[in-house]
């Protein structure tokens, strides 16, 4: 059983549209990162965050640390938005990151 | 921000043949990176963790005889693969981290290994 869990796994969405992306970890960790890969395209990291929440852009993370949760929102979604977003955290006491297995997000025009 | 370079971008050989992935922090110095691999549509998966100076770290089930990581410097480590097989193909991506305690990780394009 993987320990990052995130859903929806696919997600489609009209341009325009608010989207949501959420992630949940199985136990306490030190930071969590929300990354992006465009197809056949390198890892971005967009956020690191271990509390709180953090805007960029479009962007917004946000982590609730004592439900173990954390989402990933894009506003007035766009195409170029089209990728898998991963999440992804380091536990406490290790020193590598788990990931989750990914949201598929295409945004249509 | 802190860029990651890796070279080469995209890489075909034959089977058996050795090939050799660069992984680059170009504006910072890594003290740790990381060997991903990741197949399609599959999520990324640590093969190995670098310290500059030091052996690398394999995770269990990478053969490092094959997959050999050598971290010379702060700026630079390296990922060799060995008597590629077509199984190696694989998408070969490295991160770096520029001091032990801190959580932010610097990812490379990644490199694309065919193996023919």
């Known amino acids: 059983k993987n320990e990052v869990e995130q859903s929806p796994q696919n997600l489609t969405a009209q341009e325009g549209e608010f989207i949501t992306i959420n992630c949940s970890y199985s136990?306490?960790?030190?930071?969590l990162h929300w990354l992006q890969q465009h197809p056949g395209g390198g890892i971005v990291s967009l956020f690191m965050?271990?509390?709180g929440k953090k805007k960029h852009g479009r962007l917004i993370a946000t982590i609730n640390i004592q439900e173990k949760h954390s989402s990933l929102h894009i506003t007035a979604s766009h195409p170029r938005d089209s990728a898998v977003y991963i999440c992804a955290v380091y536990y406490y006491n290790t020193d590598k990151l788990i990931f989750g297995t990914g949201t598929r997000l295409q945004v249509f025009p | 921000g802190a860029v990651v370079s890796q070279h080469p971008s995209w890489v075909i050989c034959k089977s058996g043949t050795s090939v050799k992935i660069e992984c680059r922090s170009l504006?910072?110095?890594?003290?740790?990176m990381f060997w991903y691999r990741q197949f399609p549509k599959q999520s990324l998966m640590l093969m190995a963790t670098s310290n500059e100076g030091s052996k690398a770290t394999y995770e269990q089930g990478v053969e490092k005889d094959k997959f050999l990581i050598n971290h010379a410097s702060l700026t630079l480590s390296t990922l060799t693969v060995t008597s590629a097989h077509p199984e190696d193909s694989s998408f070969y991506i490295c991160?770096?981290?520029?001091?032990?305690?801190?959580?932010?990780?610097?990812f490379g394009p990644g490199t694309r290994l065919t193996v023919t």
């Open positions: 965050l271990s509390s």
């Open positions: 991160s770096a981290r520029d001091f032990p305690s801190d959580y932010e990780q610097y």
């Open positions: 504006d910072f110095q890594a003290t740790t």
């Open positions: 136990v306490g960790i030190s930071a």
